[in-house]
Nanobody, 127 residues
């Protein structure tokens, strides 16, 4: 089992940058592919990005491709989301999630594949 705690959210102007962190507890962080999802007010939670267990494979939603970067540090049991050139439509609660899978070079994009979730951190982008 793993527990996830996000941090780094806040208020930022359009065009600005924010880095989110997600710290995991437990000894088997490297057994999990990790993902970031977001949920805007009145909308369903949606996939943002994911990274494989090894960190060698990453996946992005089209809406964030080229602006967001996911990375992980297995020694620190932390996954990061660097968000650049933020837009007002990026305003949402951001959640990290863990998926315990066998493959080291793949990560899921579906919410239902993820077993563990953090409590979320809010990002507000002002225009």
């Amino acid at each position: 089992q793993v527990q996830l705690v996000e941090s780094g959210g806040g208020l930022v102007q359009a065009g600005g940058s924010v880095r989110l962190s997600c710290a995991a507890s437990g000894r088997t962080f490297s057994s999990y592919a990790m993902g970031w999802f977001r949920q805007a007010p009145g909308k369903e939670r949606e996939f943002v990005t994911a990274i494989s267990r090894s960190g060698g494979s990453t996946y992005y939603a089209d809406s964030v491709k080229g602006r967001f970067t996911i990375s992980r540090d297995n020694a620190k049991k932390t996954v990061y989301l660097q968000m650049n050139n933020l837009k007002p439509e990026d305003t949402a609660d951001y959640y990290c999630a863990a998926d315990q899978i066998f493959s080291t070079n793949w990560a899921a994009r579906s919410i239902t594949d993820y077993d563990y979730w953090g409590q979320g951190t809010q990002v507000t982008v002002s225009s």
